[in-house]
């Protein structure tokens, strides 16, 4: 765990880059020559902590005393929560998405863009609003954040209404299909709502950081990366219980208060004010999500092709401009990089054979967990006909696993090595997927026990594993930026794996439909919508 060791580092930063700005002098504090040992503690909640943050000191100090501090604690950590549980909170309810904006079964790998504009906003979001807020103020900011979430959760449960109301034809001109207009508007309204939620995680650490001391600041950013990580494991959860009771769109309209409240909260507890003025890369930032977004795109569209193509499903819309244009943003992005004070990403860290491991294990991670998490309510409520409400507790047996997992795969590494636990861990992760590979059609809630307890296992043995060796494998100045891109990468790894497993899925299932001549699609496509209403 991140230890109060770590805010003597902190503390030292603080005080050199206080005296760097009175003489007018550029440049960053150095590391504390501990820093390398207290980084082998760190769990994934402490990585993510110290991810996304260059801590200042602000220019009006908190007031109030342990109160107010408790209070901006718990304030900063319902935030985090709500907008971490958005991660995961829609993959129970996708079934009954999918039948509310009539997208045909032929087209499911658009409603993946559902979770997808989720984290792709997440991703572009995390890395660049806590030094905003450094330079705006945290109050100023941090309302503005959750003010873009209420207002993208507004317009997420609006969406099956704006469809109705609008005609967004203009857009075949590029492509895109519109013959879901609800779809669009939920996707652009997802994005939205992720840059507010996406921001308000970092900004969130920062008000925590500026309310508690060097001697409990570390458990109090502690606490926010615990939350943050409790957020997604409850997620599908809370969906399909507000899917049942209520429906879907209920939930985005619960957002709506808990933000309201938020913003009173934050108005009179943390000071007004400015804090340092450092550089933004704007353009870093565009780059990359400009590059992930045409990548995610032409993954999903060239695994049309996967297969061959049956004579009464659509033809393949391959689009390789996509990838070409994502090659181009991506090449863009690393020119910037280089040159740019303040970079997103410190594409130096790439240099080091152990960090580049790492970092691709993590994305092969994050794909490979939203896969699970995407495709097991979907099975239990199309395959097995359950209730939405199953579905999740079905999904819960995996997510719930991963914190247990998680803390377990910290202790072996302290006792045994980081590479052992890895590698136990993605070997319990593939038995899971073993097991749910052999699932037959009529499989007992047993076997998916056994399986997704499996998996989530060693999802959450990799966790540690994976924070540990990312930060020992690069300088001690350099562990924050470590952990950023590590954890940012799982997050595009579930992007981009969300996109190839949906359009490969579809592939496959119109080869599968081409063998039976006297089902046509269509009424496939109907009967998936009417398992979906159950």
């Known amino acids: 765990m991140y230890t109060l060791e770590d805010d003597k580092e902190t503390t030292s930063s603080l005080r050199k880059r206080e005296l760097l700005a009175s003489s007018q002098t550029q440049g960053a504090a150095g590391p504390s020559k501990g820093e390398t040992g207290d980084a082998q503690r760190l769990s994934l909640s402490a990585q993510v902590t110290n991810t996304f943050k260059k801590i200042t000191t602000p220019t009006k100090a908190p007031t109030g005393g342990k109160g107010a501090a408790l209070a901006a604690l718990t304030m900063a950590c319902i935030g985090v929560f709500f907008t971490a549980m958005d991660q995961t909170v829609v993959v129970t309810a996708l079934p009954p998405i999918v039948n509310d904006l009539n997208i045909g079964v032929t087209k499911l790998d658009h409603a993946a863009w559902i979770i997808s504009a989720y984290l792709l906003g997440f991703v572009i979001a995390m890395p660049l609003m806590g030094r905003v807020s450094d330079i705006y103020g945290r109050r100023r900011i941090f309302i503005l954040c959750l003010g873009i979430f209420g207002a993208g959760s507004i317009l997420c449960g609006l969406a099956p209404v704006f469809g109705q109301m609008s005609d967004l034809g203009f857009l075949n001109a590029i492509n895109v299909d519109t013959s879901s207009p609800g779809l669009i508007w939920l996707i652009a309204a997802r994005f939205i709502q992720a840059v507010g939620g996406g921001a308000v995680v970092p900004v969130a650490m920062a008000i925590a950081s500026d309310f508690y001391g060097p001697q409990r600041r570390g458990l109090a950013l502690g606490v926010i990366g615990a939350v943050t990580e409790a957020g997604g494991v409850i997620g599908p959860l809370y969906g399909a219980l507000i899917v049942q009771q209520f429906g879907w769109q209920y939930i985005f309209y619960f957002n709506v208060p808990i933000v309201i409240g938020l913003i009173i909260a934050a108005w009179r507890l943390i000071p007004g004010g400015t804090h340092t003025r450092e550089g933004i890369d704007w353009i870093g930032a565009a780059l990359l999500g400009l590059a ?225 001549p006297s089902l046509p699609l269509s009424a496939t496509a109907a009967q998936f919508a009417n398992w979906s209403k159950g």
């Open 292 to 516: 992930l977004t045409c990548l995610s795109l032409g993954l999903a569209q060239q695994g049309t092709d996967l297969g061959p193509t049956p004579a009464n499903a659509p033809a393949p819309q391959n689009n390789p401009i996509s990838i070409g244009l994502a090659i181009v943003f991506l090449i863009a992005f690393v020119l910037v990089e280089r040159k740019v004070r303040w970079p997103v990403v410190d594409l130096s860290l790439f240099k080091r054979l152990h960090f580049s491991a790492t970092s691709l294990v993590s994305l092969l991670v994050g794909a490979a967990l939203i896969i699970a998490m995407a495709d097991i309510p979907i099975f239990v409520d199309t395959v097995l006909q359950q209730s939405v409400l199953d579905s999740g507790l079905a999904l819960l047996r995996l997510t719930a696993m991963i914190p247990v997992g998680a803390l377990l795969g910290g202790w072996l590494c302290s006792r045994i090595t980081c590479r052992f636990t890895a590698v136990l861990g993605l070997l319990f992760t593939a038995t899971g997927f073993y097991l749910m590979s052999r699932w037959p059609i009529h499989v007992d809630w047993n076997q998916i026990t056994i399986s997704t307890v499996t998996a989530g296992l060693g999802f959450g043995l990799v966790i540690a594993p994976i924070g540990t060796t990312a930060i020992n494998a690069v300088r001690a100045g350099q562990a924050g930026m470590s952990s950023a891109i590590v954890t940012s990468l799982r997050m595009v790894g579930m992007m981009l794996g969300l996109a190839a497993l949906t359009s490969w899925a579809l592939a496959y299932f119109k080869q599968l439909v081409s063998t039976y």
